[in-house]
């Protein structure tokens, strides 16, 4: 097994790591965001409520969520090290440093990125993953016979506050961004760096980095809204 430990250690297996957690976290965003959507029904919440208690019930799912959270915890002990080591590999900088000229301001910010990411999942999974997974600190509804949790009613109650709704939105401008980069970069990684489909990958890249971000944000847009009105 000291191939997969050698493999795990070098700098190319970091990068696997990274880019294969990233994807599986990608794959989870996309379900989430359009799950979300389902807030947006006008059913007062039913098909939502129901779809969470699906969720939070069905086994396979919890075991998924067991591979959501290492893959999150892997990608984050992952991006540490490899900062780490690329800053250790190079340790005078460049004498001349034009920045601008061969990196994007995302490339180059990605970990301050990375940061503002993980303040929002800290925001987040203690305003909504605790409350109804540890605490059950939120009220109870009763549909079709069967009582689940009301998650409509406490994401509601979130998003009808405007600086609840704006840490959401700079929270989602950093997701596009990150994703932006992730993505482009994962498939140079993961070997498909053909000169010929990396114009197609960065295109894949920027409307992903623009689709999912746009696709949250709706909710607590949405929300605010309908409480001024
Ligand atoms: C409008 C935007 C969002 C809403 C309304 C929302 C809502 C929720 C809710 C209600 C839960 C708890 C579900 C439950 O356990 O019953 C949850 C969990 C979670 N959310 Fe979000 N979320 C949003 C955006 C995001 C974003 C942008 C990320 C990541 C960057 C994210 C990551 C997570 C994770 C990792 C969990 C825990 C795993 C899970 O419960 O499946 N969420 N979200």
Known sequence: MSWLKGFFNSSIGRKFIMALTGLFLFLFLTEH????????????????????????????????????FG?????IIYALVLTYRNRQARPI????????????WVSRNMGFL?????IFLAIHLTGF????????DLGM?????????????????????WWFDLIYIIGFMALGAHLWHGFYSSFRTLGLR????????KGIGIFIAVIIP?????VPIYFLINSLS
């Open 33 to 68: 965001m359009l799950a979300n959507l389902l807030l947006l029904l006008p059913d007062n919440g039913i098909l939502y409520n129901q779809y969470s208690h699906f969720m939070v019930n069905f086994p396979l799912i919890r075991i998924v969520e067991f591979l959501l």
């Open 71 to 75: 893959s999150l915890i892997f990608h």
């Open 93 to 104: 900088q460049y004498a001349v440093r034009k920045p601008g000229e061969n990196s994007s």
């Open 114 to 118: 990375g940061v503002i990411l993980f």
């Open 129 to 136: 993953f605790a409350k109804a997974r540890i605490t059950h």
């Open 141 to 161: 509804v009763t549909i079709n016979g069967v009582e689940m949790h009301d998650v409509y009613s406490l994401v509601k109650a979130k998003f009808e506050i």
């Open 194 to 201: 053909h000169p010929q489909y990396l114009p197609l990958f």
């Open 214 to 218: 746009l696709g949250f944000a709706i």
